[in-house]
């Protein structure tokens, strides 16, 4: 267990009395975002003092009890999905269950803490491009909670995020008096919808020191060490990105075949498939890691569909995420824990012309490997104070 920045700042991760702040039992921390298709289990490089669970989908509340009845103690966020299913509307800005007799906000929220929560977290639909009104709704309902162990879920549309709305985000966000986590929606990576996102997103987190940044992927560190609340990262990459209520993922690598893991690659930092790993390293020898998990093995050995290579990757994936949120979070805020940032998303950027040199590909042909656009943003956009 890594020694925690914030010695003595940490209450008691099991708390139901929702008088207690979700600020101090979050601040800083990596969540892992689990699919709560799958029975929970311990993840042992999830660090204790700044790592945490968030359970997704429809069965989360009952996935988090067996967690918490399995032994787990850590921080751990209940999140229902609502934007699956749900769009918020001016007049429904929230999903409840529909039950006449218990159908308020305060009780989804008990509901939550009941079954284990450290916090709870508001069951918001999806909010779509320029929906001023729902957004509006959002903060109204807002307004009206009472309990200060509640964070406010953003689910937007990416929209949000480029000049043309993101004043008026902002602007709602100061008016919601608890903390906010956003979720970002669009098909495919929804960083690199407009080349704008990366410092909008940057700019949230800056002008917003309670905004959270959930169920996404390395853009969850970045939000971290601009000043983000705290974050969390999916682990599977259906839990890194999300698809507004309604559409069906346009890109299906697989044609609806066995899934296979994605890979996070360290000295690229970028999660890549292992089919197109088994591809790039035909030929040659590749990629190892050192994290724990790895132990200087190959990072193309997660080439199956199975569940137990998918569960390896997973932890090889938290397993690096989690040092490299340690070091950020280790750091002093502000220029010192943006610079180290900065430096290492550069490194990984000059690195790509290494290893396709290495490996004698092209980027340009698309062959080999290719700078995502926000690992590129990351590397190049100024900091500041």
Not at 3 to 21: C, E, I, K, Q, Y
Not at 140 to 168: C, G, H, K
Not at 180 to 190: G, I, M, N, S
Not at 222 to 250: K, Y
Request: hydrophobic share 40%; net charge neutral.
């Amino acid at each position: 267990m890594a020694n925690s920045p914030f010695p003595g700042r940490t209450p008691a991760l099991r708390v139901l009395d929702a008088s207690v702040s979700a600020t101090p039992l979050l601040q800083g921390r990596v969540l892992l975002h689990e699919n709560a298709r799958f029975v929970p289990q311990m993840r042992t490089p999830l660090d204790d003092d700044l790592g945490g669970i968030v359970m997704a989908g429809e069965k989360a509340g009952e996935r988090a009890y067996q967690l918490r009845t399995s032994g787990y103690t850590g921080a751990l966020l209940i999140d229902t999905a609502a934007y699956k299913t749900h769009i918020a509307t001016a007049d429904e800005p929230f999903l409840l269950d529909g039950n006449e007799l218990f159908d308020t906000v305060d009780t989804s929220l008990q509901l939550q803490k009941a079954r284990g929560a450290s916090a709870a977290l508001t069951p918001t639909g999806y909010i779509p491009p320029g929906a001023s009104r729902a957004l509006k709704a959002v903060m109204r309902q807002s307004e009206r909670i009472e309990r200060a162990d509640t964070i406010v879920n953003l689910p937007i549309d990416i929209a949000w995020l480029t000049d043309e709305f993101l004043s008026q985000l902002i602007a709602v966000c100061k008016r919601i008096p608890h903390p906010k986590a956003l979720t970002l929606f669009r098909q495919f990576d929804p960083m690199e919808q407009a080349k704008s996102v990366p410092g909008n997103l940057r700019r949230v987190v800056a002008d917003l020191p309670d905004v959270a940044l959930l169920r996404t992927d390395l853009a969850a560190l970045d939000a971290l060490a601009h000043g983000g609340l705290f974050a969390g990262i999916g682990a599977d990459s259906a839990s890194r990105h999300s698809i507004p209520p309604g559409e069906r993922a346009l890109f299906n690598p697989n044609g609806g075949g066995p899934q296979y893991p994605s890979v996070l690659m360290p000295s690229l930092m970028c999660f890549k498939g292992t089919q197109s790993l088994a591809r790039l390293y035909a030929n040659d020898p590749p990629a190892t890691c050192n994290c724990d998990v790895c132990d200087g093995r190959s990072l193309d050995r997660f080439n199956d569909p199975g569940g137990e290579a998918r569960r390896e990757s997973e932890d090889h994936n938290i397993s690096t995420w989690s040092a490299w949120g340690i070091e950020i979070t280790g750091r002093k805020p502000g220029l010192e824990r943006k610079a180290w940032w900065r430096d290492k998303c550069a490194a990984a950027v000059a690195h790509y012309a290494l290893e396709n040199q290495r490996l004698g590909l092209s980027a340009k042909s698309k062959a080999g490997f290719v700078v995502p656009g926000p690992l590129e943003a990351w590397a190049t956009l100024p900091i500041t104070l």
